[in-house]
């Protein structure tokens, strides 16, 4: 049977563009969506147009009851998984942090920090050779603002990545020998729609300059370095990262 990869926040941008790079590449896909449910059929039907299997669940990664029924959806549609991408993440409009609440940080604390460790709780549980399962990849979506700071904008989103970088190591020391892989992928400005969630839809073309690429990513970039962590080539890698932030 082909392996079993659920991405999260995958019914646009860095998501989208990852589950169909990975049904390309012989995955069934589970497209995990909070809203937009048009969004993530049309990723799910791109995929069956190509000749892969995928199914949409949606589940809001700021409850773990939602979190608990998107795996509970891909054991009884699949009944395996082998690999987990923690992509969805959120930020608020730029602000110091002068101006930034605790219900604010809280809401950015849930969906980007507690929820890839449910998320990895769960895919550990069903991967773990010691409880039986197969081994697997779990690759989590972080941020170069975890090394920047984000100072200005979003300090709490680069704090929260930060934690998440944080949980890759110790993650990957932990079940190292259980056959699970943990790696990270820090994107930099990538042209996407976070964007507008922030406040400031062009802010690609803003901060362009300040890259030594001289331009903004793209989605499709980010999702080849998120695939490269499920690759034969890198069965040596764990805890590790890598940036794709144009040299930034």
Known sequence: MEKVMIVTGASR???????LLAAQRGYAVCVNYKQNAQAAQDVVAQIESGGGQAIAVRADMAVESDILALFAAVDERFGRLDGLVNNAGILERQ?????????????????NVVAP????????????????GQGG????????????????????????????DTLT???????????????????????????????????VERVKHSVPLG????????????????????????????DVSGGK
Do not use: Q
């Open 13 to 19: 941008g860095i998501g989208a563009a990852t589950a």
């Open 95 to 111: 602000a110091t942090l002068r101006d930034i609440d605790s219900a604010r940080l809280r809401r950015i604390l849930e969906v």
């Open 117 to 132: 460790f449910t998320c990895c709780r769960e895919a550990v549980r069903r991967m773990s050779t010691r409880d039986g």
């Open 137 to 164: 990849v779990i690759v989590n979506v972080s941020s170069m603002a975890a090394r920047l700071g984000s100072a200005g904008e979003y300090i709490d989103y680069a704090a929260s990545k930060g934690a998440l």
């Open 169 to 203: 190591v110790g993650l990957a020391r932990e079940v190292a020998a259980e056959g699970i892989r943990v790696n990270a992928v820090r994107p930099g400005v990538i042209d996407t729609e976070i964007h507008a969630s922030g406040g400031e839809p062009g802010r």
């Open 215 to 242: 331009r903004g990513g793209k989605a499709e970039e980010v999702a080849g370095a998120i695939m490269w962590f499920f690759s034969p080539e890198a069965a040596y890698s764990t805890g590790a990262f890598l």
